[in-house]
């Protein structure tokens, strides 16, 4: 007989009396991999918060019961709680940065559970943590371990958020969007490590996806949810292979394939962004007075060329380089040597008034939504905000009316102008930075990541709406990803890039097809299947 690790029957949780979850009901066994799959906004997160109490002041939460290895989890007292949080349940965060202190160092973060929940010693604590970062392959563990979070690229802090759920060997670990920021490779990586571990202990693992490919291979029961309520529940085999639900079709039916590759428009080539031999060095400071000691090649002699209308993409695993190099086109970071020539202008002899008016027509999609929007601000507000500082002849009812448009263009409710950043979710926030980017009408828009915290259906969206606005407006995109299938369907370049080098270049399906480096087999390798 299967063992039932977590049992929750009849679950609801409203705000001001709106359900967002409606009476749901399911259970996790202990030492199988449970996935809850659904499109963004439809309760994922809230559902697993909500089982660790963790949910914001002004929710209710109904249950006929939550059962942790039969102990009922709605009678606990918040100090009991405290001590099951963490040790018992462990919890990787959807969004890194946001759940990181960016004022304590990696070591730090990671330590504060063993002391928490062990008695160890400073020693013994610290051989854990590098233990832990080693597990979930973070180069260079032992510099890593006294830097701080802002100095780490977005792949780096999710794999130091599940270092930290790790740390204290829990019985269920609830893995929301684990991968999201993670190169292919590393993803491959990280949960062929969470199944090691899981088969060591008998570890539950709850994950929350909305990548349907990775959730086929690695989760033994799959459920659907739409809207606050669970459509669907099945083995995963018999999920992917007949489901039932026109729901679950659909987001079948949304998934980006390797076999879409984009059919090339036959636009009269014209160079837009051209970069010759770039580099990005960072350097390393030591002693008392930070002397320089030496110099970290983040971008290393880069080179490629992008033509108006079109779309390159640089794939790459975290930490190569790929985010550095965007940031270095804008000026948003210092550039060592190279030039960038934009519209036959060199970005980096422009200062002033020149630079500001060239800026306009580049525009950036950060990686981290959240952490690229003022959480003070208003979302009509963050998105108004480039018209208004690019001077445009604007009245307020004008600019009030542009968001507007750009906001049911990214398919979110113009009521959404009136919100905070926070009250959305993290595939929500997605889709407010690419309507901030459009704002201000660019010509090259560089995409860092854009689609990584979709689920597949407002992935699908985003992508043809991306590719609608290139033909009608020819806009160009320098296009970030690790998502090889995503690439497939928007790109008509594709740039591979390792240690701060671009080590293979060519059209999609030359890359895709016939790709004749080692490492950009290895990323093609990669990339999961879904098993049907």
């Not at 409710?413 to 929500?428: D, I, N, T, V």
């Amino acid at each position: 007989m299967p063992n039932t690790l977590l049992r929750v029957k009849n679950l609801t949780i409203a705000f001001n009396g709106n359900k967002v979850v409606n009476n749901i009901s399911f259970e996790i066994i202990s030492g199988k991999t449970f996935a809850l799959v659904g499109e963004s906004g439809s309760g994922k997160s809230l559902t697993a918060l909500s089982i660790l109490r963790l949910l914001p002041s002004n929710a209710s939460l109904k249950a006929n019961s939550i059962l942790l290895q039969r102990q009922e989890l709605l009678n606990l007292s918040e100090l009991n709680f405290c001590k099951l949080r963490g040790r018992k349940i462990g919890l990787i965060f959807q969004d890194p940065m946001s759940s990181l202190n960016p004022v304590m160092t990696i070591s730090k973060q990671i330590s504060e559970v063993l002391k928490i929940h062990f008695s160890l010693s400073k020693a013994e604590i610290q051989a854990r943590v590098l233990e832990l970062l080693h597990q979930v392959k973070i180069p260079n563990p032992q510099r890593r371990l006294f830097e701080y979070p802002h100095q780490l690229s977005g792949g780096q802090r999710q794999r130091v958020m599940i270092a930290i759920a790790l740390a204290a060997k829990p019985d269920l670990l609830i893995a929301d969007e684990p991968t999201t920021a993670l190169d292919v490779t590393i993803q491959a990586q990280i949960l062929q490590l969470l199944k090691s571990i899981q088969q060591q202990t008998d570890m539950a693992l709850w994950l929350i996806s909305h990548d349907l490919a990775l959730v086929s291979n690695i989760a033994d029961t799959v459920a659907v949810m739409k809207n606050g309520e669970i459509v669907e529940t099945a083995n995963s085999q018999q999920l992917f292979k007949h489901p039932q639900h026109p729901y679950t079709k659909k987001l079948l039916n949304a998934l980006p394939s390797l076999e879409n590759c984009l059919q090339h428009s036959k636009l009269t080539p014209k160079s837009l962004l051209k970069v010759s031999n770039l580099k990005v060095y960072y350097p390393i400071y030591k002693g008392i007075l930070k002397r320089i000691v030496d110099y970290v090649p983040a971008v290393d002699g880069v080179s490629f060329e992008l033509q108006l209308g079109k779309t390159l993409a640089l794939v790459g695993e975290s930490g190569c380089g790929k985010t550095t190099l965007g940031k270095a086109l804008l000026n948003l970071i210092p550039v060592t040597s190279g030039e960038v020539l934009f519209e036959n202008k060199l970005l980096h002899q422009l200062k002033g008034e020149a630079l500001r008016q060239q800026r306009a027509k580049i525009q950036i999609i950060f990686q981290d939504p959240f952490a690229s929007m003022n959480p003070r601000m208003l979302v009509g507000e963050i998105i108004a905000e480039g018209i208004k500082a690019l001077s445009f002849n604007y009245s307020q009812i004008e600019i009030d009316n542009q968001v507007k448009t750009l906001l049911r263009q990214v398919q979110l409710p113009e009521e959404s102008a009136l919100r905070y950043p926070h009250e959305f979710s993290g595939g929500q926030r997605q889709r407010i930075c690419i309507a901030r980017s459009l704002a201000v009408k660019p010509k090259l828009i560089i995409c860092d990541e854009p689609t990584s915290a979709l689920d597949v259906s407002v992935q699908a969206q985003i992508i043809n709406l991306l590719k609608s606005l290139q033909q009608q407006q020819r806009l160009s995109y320098l296009f970030i990803t690790h998502d090889l299938a995503v690439v497939a369907e928007i790109a008509d370049e594709i740039a591979v890039m390792y240690q701060g080098k671009i080590i293979e270049q060519g059209s999609v399906k030359q890359i895709l097809n016939n790709p004749q480096h080692a490492y950009s087999q290895k990323l093609l390798a990669a990339v999961p299947k879904l098993q049907k």
